[in-house]
């Protein structure tokens, strides 16, 4: 039965027991009126308390329902409050890594940087080397050719005479110049070969061209100091030479021969070795008229050149 059925039941008793005392008035007897008033006063009493005890029942409930609604609330916004603090530190932890990640691709970066600077210095100074070594090349090469086409005049003059007598007549010359006469003449080529040398004020390319200059008179004046040596040997063995076919045609003949190399042979091989320092020592030799008239053995021979006596 429904509240609505509840409360208008009684009305409908109320109408029943107002109609009731009319015929109870007509047919019933007046004894049986007390006990049905009683019934009729106590059956909304019993209704209301049934309405109130619903009312409270359905209050609990909703109190309950909503308790239990705010428990679930709250379990719901302490879950979304710890996943959003867990959000916010795996975001501060993204944060640092990055960061951190960041940090190590601008080192690598630098490094990278650094070393492609260096290799493509290195390259570049090698190819500046190359190019240097070839133009160095190049210039040395032209250089060459030059000297070649145009090769360097000596700043003396070597007198050309027929055979090795000239070269014999220039060096009696030179023999019998006094040590003064030798001195000014060397004072003299020395004095036009030597000038001041004044460097100052000068840039450092003008240091390395002068220095180079230098290099190259010194190596053009060991080349003339050669050619000097290699000619004074050949005149020391022209002399040699000659004092000793002297001293074959001596022993060969007499006439114009023998009067001419009489002449030279003054200047035999003993008097080169002591006028010039380092002229090795005469050697007795013998001639081939000498091999053939020669009757002495081997052993005496050998003992004459051992200056040993047999």
């Known amino acids: 039965m429904s509240d609505d059925e509840r409360g208008a039941s009684p009305e409908k008793e109320e109408e029943q027991a107002g109609d009731e005392?009319?015929?109870?008035?007509?047919?019933?007897?007046?004894?049986?009126?007390?006990?049905?008033?009683?019934?009729?006063?106590?059956?909304?009493?019993?209704?209301?308390?049934?309405?109130?005890?619903?009312?409270?029942?359905?209050?609990?409930?909703?109190?309950?329902e909503l308790k239990e609604y705010e428990e679930m609330r709250r379990a719901e916004k302490q879950a979304e409050e710890e996943e959003i603090r867990k959000l916010k530190e795996k975001k501060e932890?993204?944060?640092?890594?990055?960061?951190?990640?960041?940090?190590?691709?601008?080192?690598?970066?630098?490094?990278?940087?650094?070393?492609?600077?260096a290799e493509e210095e290195e390259r570049k100074r090698k190819k500046e080397e190359e190019l240097r070594i070839k133009q160095e090349s190049r210039a040395a090469a032209m250089k060459e050719a030059d000297r070649l086409r145009n090769p360097p005049k000596p700043n003396f003059i070597i007198s050309k005479k027929g055979g090795s007598v000239g070269n014999v007549v220039k060096a009696k010359e030179d023999m019998t110049k006094s040590k003064e006469q030798l001195e000014e003449e060397k004072k003299a080529i020395l004095t036009q070969r030597i000038h001041a040398l004044n460097i100052d004020g000068f840039s450092s390319d003008q240091l390395t061209e002068k220095a180079k200059d230098l290099y190259n008179q010194i190596y053009k004046l060991e080349s003339e100091k050669y050619d000097l040596e290699e000619r004074f040997k050949r005149q020391q063995y022209d002399m040699m030479e000659l004092a000793e076919r002297a001293r074959q045609m001596n022993k060969g003949g007499k006439g114009k021969a023998h009067r001419v190399t009489e002449t030279v042979s003054t200047a035999g091989s003993d008097e080169i070795a002591s006028k010039i320092p380092g002229a090795p020592p005469m050697v007795k030799l013998a001639s081939k008229y000498e091999r053939k008239v020669d009757r002495r053995s081997v052993r005496e021979k050998m003992a004459m050149f051992s200056n040993q006596p047999a």
Do not use: H, L
Request: proline share 7%; charged share 50%.
């Open 21 to 64: 005392p009319v015929q109870e008035e007509e047919e019933a007897p007046p004894v049986e009126e007390a006990p049905q008033a009683a019934k009729q006063s106590s059956g909304p009493t019993e209704a209301m308390r049934q309405m109130e005890e619903a009312k409270q029942r359905r209050s609990e409930r909703e109190q309950e």
């Open 93 to 117: 932890r993204r944060k640092i890594e990055r960061a951190e990640e960041e940090k190590k691709q601008a080192e690598q970066r630098a490094v990278e940087e650094a070393r492609r600077k």
